[in-house]
């Protein structure tokens, strides 16, 4: 994908170069870059061959670890694993921390030291007792998963990364039987596989297939007849590439791949349920989105303005616009519905949208309990939704047309220009007023230090008793106060 693209984006940088990494852009959009090398692509294969490819290669995490795991995971974890309620002994062993736990003297897994885990000691014991897992189970193991498992100690009792959580590597580059045909590292992992297979490489595609392809995988779209004419036509060793930088020109470009985080997004032009009401200004964000991949937007930016670009220091209207990623939620208007219930529900939809579309979890399982298969808990669960539960939505009608929008913004600048004038008196009369706040502190601390006792009464010392009409308060002996007539009940005294 990122071959295609018009600012080398880093898995397509470290394919053609791994000295040339970058740490910013961790993962792209296909970017849009200068084609000048598109052209060296081997062309006997449709992208969606090199998509494929790419998560081939991509998943290259194996050895000991993972087949360690994966025989915890099939006769240890249902008694010692995620489950709370299930685990036996207090013992987990599907994290690391669990595994080396102290137990009173002895650990599980002892890293470098097989012989002194009891891990190994359970799975090779005689005694029905103690044998792991127990005979009731009707499981057990073979001595080579036992190997297995003796041979992951010795190295360390390492335990595999997420993957959501292990960092994009350069895969090393394939060698290859036969290197006929090699133009570029891409064409090295495509012929390797075909080389796995035996089989061997398509004829290069004819023009006019080429054409289509490209058009399809940038755009989406079909060919002008036109156009693919004049391709056909075109002998210059760089047509193929002139072609990729016009496709990538296209404001079609960020339509076709915007659509995808659209989708992550789950972005839709009505509320869902069963009235499914239209959202008139719901394509805001999605032109935000296609402005984004037209202009190359980096995926920190692109990240930042969509969870929090409201909060950025002067705050863009369009870094605004792109937190309406939090506001795709379905919307329940249906009658009698429990509000709370489903802004709660919308809550926890832009929660679990979060963790699929950028820490690459399925949280929806830790609402009720741990989470059996991606590492979060709980508690972790609602300590993130106490984060996105601390603000209403809000309705306002946006301007309908470009006019509207002029006024809005001429009458919002005056708005802000009032406003910002009586924060300036406020401000001003706050800063007045500290010194004697400050004074009035010490001056009753001072008091309340020279009474006794704290509990004697106090009364208050007024001024002028204040009238109301034909009514007056008079003070007693006895620091009360009385009214001299019958007064009604609305009537009221400042003092």
């Not at 970058?22 to 849009?32: A, I, K, L, V």
């Not at 097989?114 to 799975?123: F, G, K, T, V, Y």
């Not at 047509?239 to 404001?251: G, I, K």
């Not at 719901?282 to 969509?306: G, M, S």
Request: hydrophobic residues 35%; charged residues 30%; neutral net charge.
């Amino acid at each position: 994908m990122g071959i295609l693209g018009k600012k080398e984006n880093r898995f397509d940088r470290f394919l053609l170069d791994p000295s040339k990494t970058s740490e910013r852009n961790h993962f792209c959009f296909p970017q849009r870059k200068t084609a000048s090398r598109v052209n060296k692509v081997n062309l006997s294969f449709p992208s969606s061959f090199l998509l494929a490819l790419f998560a081939f290669s991509a998943d290259a995490e194996s050895g000991v670890a993972t087949k360690a795991r994966a025989i915890m995971a099939e006769n240890c974890f249902d008694c010692h694993g995620p489950d709370k309620e299930q685990r036996k002994a207090k013992l987990r062993l599907d994290v690391r921390e669990g595994a080396l736990k102290d137990l009173g003297g002895y650990q599980s897994v002892m890293p470098g030291k097989p012989d002194q885990s009891e891990l190994i000691a359970r799975l090779t014991t005689k005694d029905e007792d103690e044998v792991m897992p127990p005979k009731k189970t009707g499981k057990s193991l073979s001595k080579e998963e036992i190997d297995v498992l003796k041979q992951w100690i010795s190295e360390g009792a390492d335990y595999p990364i997420h993957w959501a959580y292990r960092p994009i590597l350069p895969p090393p580059l394939p060698k290859l039987k036969n290197e006929k045909g090699v133009q570029n590292p891409i064409d090295r992992f495509v012929f390797a596989k075909l080389e796995d297979l035996n089989r061997t490489p398509s004829p290069e595609a004819d023009r006019r297939t080429l054409a289509k392809r490209l058009h399809y995988d940038f755009l989406g779209l079909p060919p002008d007849p036109a156009r693919v004419d004049k391709f056909v036509k075109d002998q210059s060793p760089n047509a193929y590439a002139d072609l990729v930088e016009e496709l990538l020109a296209s404001t079609h470009f960020g339509e076709r791949w915007g659509r995808h985080w659209l989708d992550v997004a789950r972005y839709a032009d009505s509320d869902g349920y069963e009235k499914d009401r239209a959202r008139p200004n719901a394509w805001r964000y999605r032109d935000w989105v296609i402005e984004a991949v037209n202009e190359d937007l980096p995926y920190d930016q692109f990240t930042v303005e969509q969870l929090a670009g409201d909060l950025l220091p002067e705050a863009t209207p369009k870094q605004r616009l792109a937190t309406a990623f939090h506001r795709q939620t379905l919307t329940n208007t249906e009658g009698g519905t429990d509000q709370e219930q489903w802004r709660v529900a919308a809550v926890m939809d832009r929660l679990e949208t979060t963790g699929a579309a950028w820490l690459g979890l399925t949280l929806t399982c830790a609402r009720c309990h741990d989470h059996k298969y991606d590492n979060i808990t709980q508690d972790e669960y609602y300590q993130l939704f106490a984060f996105y539960n601390n603000g209403d939505e809000t309705n306002y009608a946006l301007p309908s047309s470009a006019a509207a929008l002029a006024k809005y913004e001429k009458d919002k600048a005056t708005h802000d220009k009032q406003v910002s004038a009586l924060e300036k008196t406020l401000n001003d009369w706050t800063a007045s007023r500290k010194d004697a706040q400050a004074l009035w502190e010490k001056k009753t601390r001072e008091r309340l230090s020279a009474i006794k006792d704290p509990i004697t009464h106090h009364p208050l010392k007024l001024g002028p008793l204040p009238k109301q009409g034909d009514f007056r308060l008079v003070a007693r002996e006895d620091d009360s106060l009385f009214v001299e007539k019958l007064v009604p009940e609305t009537t009221t005294f400042l003092l």
